[in-house]
């Protein structure tokens, strides 16, 4: 099946710092989708993004669909944006319908 | 427009009993999706409904089933349950389903003794 590797797995900074995420998937997929895990456990929609660059804020993330590969750019960080990124993905077909498949998470910490 | 809610947020139970979780889409939405996640295993695809319909399944146990209500609220219910079955157990709503962003609830916590 499709393997969804994120990296780094673990990520420390300091406050102000800049950092880049990075999902890697095997497979031609319909949806992308990144996430951020509160620490109560909802999943927080960060970017809708199955091809091409989006910015929200200091928040910004491209998916390069043909090389399969999607990045999630936070820039300027604060303690706030600690917590756990997910990256997921969608493939075509009926058989796939609603089914989300998860990568294991960068479990990132903010430093002040 | 609310978000998706799910009910209750946490739960024990022991091993043995069954247990049912409810979930409500946002208004307007029509699929509803499933997922747990434990420290182990991450985030699994459990299963989706649609129109009522269950149209995709996850490898898990008969154990686990679910259904979805003309309103397009959804439950999911847990028979016999595992000291494994410990986890978040996580809803996701969108549209129609396919190739569009799922908005997850805050999920439900399962403790099993």
């Known amino acids: 099946g499709i393997q969804v590797e994120q990296s780094p797995p673990d990520l420390i900074l300091q406050e102000g710092a800049n950092s880049t995420l990075r999902c890697n998937f095997s497979?031609?997929?319909?949806?992308l989708q990144w996430f951020h895990q509160n620490p109560w456990g909802q999943l927080i929609n960060l970017f809708y993004?199955?091809?091409g660059t989006k910015q929200n804020g200091r928040l910004s993330a491209t998916t390069v669909a043909t090389e399969r590969y999607s990045l999630l750019y936070i820039s300027s960080s604060q303690t706030t944006d600690s917590g756990v990124y997910f990256c997921?993905?969608?493939?075509?077909?009926?058989?796939?319908?609603?089914?989300?498949?998860f990568g294991q998470g960068t479990t990132l910490q903010v430093k002040p | 427009k609310a978000g998706v809610t799910q009910t209750p947020r946490y739960l024990i139970k022991t091993r043995g009993q069954q247990v049912t979780l409810s979930c409500s889409p946002i208004?307007?939405?029509?699929?509803v999706s499933w997922y747990q996640q434990t420290p182990g295993q991450g985030l699994q695809f459990l299963f989706e409904?649609?129109?009522?319909?269950?149209?995709n399944k996850g490898n898990f146990p008969g154990r686990f089933s679910g259904r979805q209500f003309s309103n397009s609220r959804s439950e999911m219910n847990v028979s016999t349950l595992e000291l494994g079955d410990s986890a978040l157990y996580l809803c996701?709503?969108?549209?129609?389903?396919?190739?569009?962003?799922?908005?997850f609830g805050p999920g439900t916590r399962l403790l099993v003794l």
């Open positions: 997921a993905v969608e493939l075509s077909g009926s058989s796939n319908t609603g089914k989300l498949i």
């Open positions: 993004i199955p091809s």
């Open positions: 497979d031609s997929v319909n949806n």
């Open positions: 409904y649609f129109s009522e319909t269950q149209r």
């Open positions: 996701a709503s969108s549209l129609e389903g396919q190739g569009e962003t799922q908005y």
């Open positions: 208004s307007g939405h029509r699929s």
